[in-house]
């Protein structure tokens, strides 16, 4: 398998697609986690700071993500973090700025993902986001009409919620909860331990 990712790796980082866009900066982000795991996640593209560090969810929406599996019992290396485009999408004057893949991006890039899929032969796939939902299913959606039920890629139950980004953005603990709603139906579809207090998070107090 590590030789298979290694040539995937040098296959991304020259993907002619991605790089004739002319949309997109240089740096390629892969992966990062245990490629022998059962549970896959995959975001939309790399962002500021997993640009600088060349690893996915670096930031504080992977700081939010690392708070999310360790709520589950996981870890970044306990499962494959890994993003629909590999390189971040530019923008003119570009600093710490981001923005969202176009549709042309992600198609550019999607032989890609889906080829690492074949390779990491996940049990289950977390999509991050609209973006990542919208481009692995082929669907047009928001995230609020695809999560809450499980979705299936070529025989892959895909599970789709908001980006760790999107809770950052909100304190609401009723869009918390239904992150974490997604998160304990991935934890009972794939037969991992769910305690009475686990259930319990982010649950309105009484």
């Given at each position: 398998m590590e030789e298979k990712l290694q040539y995937l790796r040098d296959l991304a980082q020259n993907w002619k697609p991605a790089r004739d866009l002319n949309?997109?900066?240089?740096?390629?982000?892969?992966?990062?986690?245990n490629p022998h795991t059962q549970l896959?996640?995959?975001?939309?593209?790399p962002g500021y700071y997993e640009e600088v560090q060349r690893e996915p969810f670096v930031g504080r929406?992977?700081?939010?993500?690392?708070q999310i599996l360790k709520a589950m019992g996981l870890s970044r290396d306990m499962v494959y973090i890994s993003n629909i485009v590999k390189f971040r999408p530019a923008l003119p004057n570009?600093?710490?700025?981001?923005?969202?893949?176009?549709?042309?991006?992600?198609?550019?890039?999607?032989?890609i993902i889906m080829h690492e899929i074949q390779v990491i032969q996940p049990k289950m796939i977390i999509a991050l986001g609209g973006t990542a939902a919208v481009g692995l299913l082929g669907e047009q959606g928001s995230v609020s009409s695809m999560r809450g039920r499980f979705h299936d890629l070529n025989g892959i139950p895909v599970r789709v919620t908001y980006h760790p980004s999107y809770l950052?953005?909100?304190?609401?603990?009723?869009?918390?909860?239904?992150?974490?709603?997604?998160?304990?139906?991935?934890?009972?579809?794939m037969g991992m331990p769910v305690s009475e207090k686990q259930r319990g998070y982010f649950l309105p107090r009484e």
């Open positions: 949309s997109l900066r240089d740096t390629m982000v892969f992966a990062t986690g896959m996640l995959i975001g939309e593209a929406a992977g700081e939010k993500l690392d570009q600093r710490t700025n981001n923005r969202a893949p176009t549709p042309e991006e992600i198609e550019a890039c999607l032989p950052l953005r909100s304190d609401n603990p009723r869009e918390k909860r239904k992150v974490w709603e997604d998160m304990l139906a991935v934890m009972e579809r």
